[in-house]
């Protein structure tokens, strides 16, 4: 009976250890960075932020949402107003692979599977040659449920985001609510 337990015991022990293990194996996606630019840990807290608007492209679905500040700004009247956004403002873009949602009675999309997480910073001391502005996008891997940087340096992005220049750089307005 004694060597039941033993075993018993051992068998647990290693079972919450390997389990264990793989949970603190997974992913710290805070200490994720594009190289020569923005960091994951930046945005921290992302996930709570207020939604500006959403966005649809073929095949995909995004959710956009700001920080307190550029909610504010945007409130604000800008960029409609003519004023450029102020420093610190922050955005962040999650896309999804869509599908048709099964349950509903009429045709509607939603999201299915993570496909990426972007983020914009408003910055003009640390990214002066993009008139302030950085951009950050981390492709997701669904098999491994892990992140990794695509492209490099904060300037990624900014080349498309020029067609708005005068739009302070962002292509998303605030619509109503």
């Known amino acids: 009976m004694r060597t039941k337990i033993i075993a018993m015991t051992l068998i647990v022990a290693v079972s919450l250890a390997v389990f264990g293990g793989i949970t603190f194996a997974q992913q710290d996606r805070y200490a994720l960075k594009v190289p020569d630019g923005l960091t994951f840990s930046e945005f921290k807290g992302y996930d709570t932020w207020e939604d500006i608007a959403v966005s649809e492209t073929e095949g995909s679905v995004k959710a956009i949402l700001g920080n307190p500040t550029i909610i504010r700004a945007y409130k604000d009247g800008i960029p409609d107003n003519g004023k ?4 610190g403002v922050k955005i962040v873009k999650i896309e999804w692979i869509k599908k048709k949602n099964p349950v509903s009675p009429y045709f509607v999309e939603i999201p299915d599977t993570l496909k990426t997480v972007s983020f914009i910073e408003k910055d003009s001391s640390r990214f002066p040659n993009t008139h302030g502005w950085a951009f950050a996008q981390f492709d997701y891997d669904t ?6 940087p695509s492209g490099t340096g904060s300037e990624c992005g900014y080349a498309c985001h ?3 220049a005068a739009k302070d750089y962002i292509f998303t307005a605030y619509p109503p609510r």
Do not use: I, L
């Not at 450029?84 to 420093?87: A, D, L, R, S, V």
């Not at 098999?143 to 990794?148: A, I, V, W, Y």
């Open 84 to 87: 450029p956004f102020p420093e």
């Open 143 to 148: 098999g491994s449920k892990t992140f990794k």
């Open 162 to 164: 020029t067609r708005v």
